[in-house]
């Protein structure tokens, strides 16, 4: 049986997210990890995953706690 390819997607914080990440206490620092692991991985496919509407369109927000994760995909 052929496997699929799998791709892996870069994922870039902004200077704003990666100062809340740095700021982050040990516990949700962990979870946001986890979430940018799977990131990587399927960052169209996952239960919390959403894909946004209206001044959003086009971008994806993931849930970690009481924080979301905004997003977007190049395919390219």
């Known amino acids: 049986m052929i496997g699929k390819a799998e791709m ?3 994922v870039r914080l902004t200077a704003k997210a990666n100062k809340v ?6 516990i949700l620092k962990k979870k946001i990890a986890k979430c940018l692991k799977l990131l ?12 946004l509407k209206g001044e959003f369109a086009g971008k ?13 995909v190049d395919d390219s």
């Open 8 to 10: 892996t997607y870069k």
């Open 60 to 72: 994806y927000r993931f849930r970690v706690g009481d924080y979301r994760v905004i997003y977007t």
């Open 21 to 26: 990440y740095s700021e982050a206490d040990p």
């Open 40 to 51: 990587q991985e399927t960052p169209k496919n996952y239960p919390q995953i959403k894909a």
